[in-house]
């Protein structure tokens, strides 16, 4: 799997209809009106999120 910035992640959220709910430091929080889930996705530039989270994220959210 192709190493993906908290960036480029939250951009795949917003296209899969995830809103920003808040943001908390360098941590934004994501909603989405048919799901009880929040999300939170690390904004830290353009570094890569580790593995173990993008699977995790990509889980929860359903977006491939």
Known sequence: MKNISGNEFASMLK?????LA???GSHHI???EDR????S??????KPLKIGL???LLKVTGTK
Not at 15 to 19: D, E, F, I, R, T
Not at 41 to 46: A, D, E, L, R, Y
Request: charged share 30%; no cysteine.
């Open 54 to 56: 993008l699977n995790h």
């Open 15 to 19: 296209k899969a209809g995830w809103k």
């Open 36 to 39: 009880e889930e929040r999300i």
């Open 41 to 46: 996705v690390p904004i830290h530039g353009n």
């Open 30 to 32: 994501y909603v989405k």
């Open 22 to 24: 808040r943001i908390n």
